[in-house]
């Protein structure tokens, strides 16, 4: 089973950034994000899978960028031009190498609001 241990999120005024990570223990071949919203679906944000394609939500195109370091075995969401429909609490998945298994973090809430 993999580990996933989450870190940055919080508050943030609307235009501002934030960054998320997600470090994975294990042999991982994709990582990423989904978010919730209170009274909605579980939505994917972003994935990056081996080879470091990645693939972004049409709501937050040109806004996130998810990235990884091989070596760290750790995935970063990076959050620009954040809104308040942004607001939600976000969790990290891994899917494992062997089994291809998915994980999920300890979500993190992240508030767009003056």
């Known amino acids: 089973q993999v580990q996933l241990v989450e870190s940055g999120g919080g508050l943030v005024q609307p235009g501002g950034s934030l960054r998320l990570s997600c470090a994975a223990s294990g042999s991982i071949v994709s990582m990423g994000w989904y978010r919730q919203a209170p009274g909605n679906q579980r939505e994917l944000v972003a994935s990056?899978?081996?080879?470091?394609?990645?693939n972004n939500a049409d709501s937050v195109k040109g806004r996130f960028t998810i990235s990884r370091d091989n070596a760290k075995n750790t995935a970063y969401l990076q959050m620009n031009n954040l809104k308040p429909e942004d607001t939600a609490i976000y969790y990290c998945?891994?899917?494992?190498?062997?089994?291809?298994?998915?994980?999920w973090g300890q979500g993190t809430q992240v508030t767009v609001s003056s």
């Open positions: 998945y891994a899917v494992s190498r062997i089994g291809f298994n998915r994980s």
């Open positions: 990056i899978a081996s080879g470091d394609s990645t």
